[in-house]
Structures are given as structure tokens and as C-alpha cells.
């Protein structure tokens, strides 16, 4: 299984940006798809995820901003971030857990300008 991640850039303050994580051999299977984000300061942490009961959670610092998807079609899961905040900068990572096992992405750069 190998999850590509992609969609990162550089985006102003108040931007939006799209990222998207395909799955080679498809999404179907998996009981929790999730994104998380990473600063060389903090550790990984959750930014949006849907679980094995289609319940979506988001954390407080990206709830009513980002928005996370499935589209079993196309293999893929998305992260739509509004309002994007300085605070916002990370590598974001995707994560799909079947069976017990977590299979990660490799990261793409969102950066945030004041």
C-alpha cells in the first residue's frame, strides 16, 4: 500500500488550498482515514479524520475551517483548508489504518504567509 500526498504550496493568509492522498489499491477496506499535520517544534497532530462509523472529527483549531472527504471512485481522500492561518504551517501527512496497520503519506509542505 503507498499513499501519495499532494497539493501543498504556498498560500497568503485568509487563502485556501486543497490536498489530496491517493491510495494505491484503493480506499475501500480502511476503517479510519485521517490527516495530520507536523512542525519541527510540535508533535503530529490530528487535523481532521473520518472514522470506521463515518463519523467526522475535527479538533478545535481547524473545526468550521478545513473539511475532509472520501471519494471511494477516485481512491482518494481530501483536505479543503479555508481561512488559512500563519499558524497553519506544517507538513501534512495522510494516515489510512486497515486492520490495525497505519500506512502513512510522505508528507507535502503547506506554508501560510502573513
Known amino acids: 500500500v503507498q499513499l501519495q500526498a499532494s497539493g501543498g504550496g504556498l498560500v497568503q493568509a485568509g487563502g485556501s488550498l486543497r490536498l489530496s492522498c491517493s491510495a494505491s489499491?484503493?480506499?475501500?477496506?480502511?476503517?479510519?482515514v485521517g490527516w495530520y499535520r507536523q512542525t519541527p517544534e510540535e508533535q503530529r497532530e490530528l487535523v481532521a479524520a473520518?472514522?470506521?462509523?463515518?463519523?467526522?472529527v475535527y479538533p478545535d483549531s481547524t473545526k468550521g475551517r478545513f473539511t475532509i472527504s472520501r471519494d471511494v471512485r477516485k481512491n482518494t481522500i481530501s483536505l479543503q483548508m479555508n481561512s488559512l492561518r500563519p499558524e497553519d504551517t506544517a507538513v501534512y501527512y495522510c494516515?489510512?489504518?486497515?486492520?490495525?496497520?497505519?500506512?502513512w503519506g510522505q508528507g507535502t509542505l503547506v506554508t501560510v504567509s502573513s
Open positions: 494516515k489510512m489504518t486497515r486492520a490495525g496497520v497505519d500506512f
Open positions: 489499491g484503493g480506499t475501500f477496506g480502511y476503517n479510519f
Open positions: 473520518i472514522r470506521a462509523d463515518r463519523t467526522i
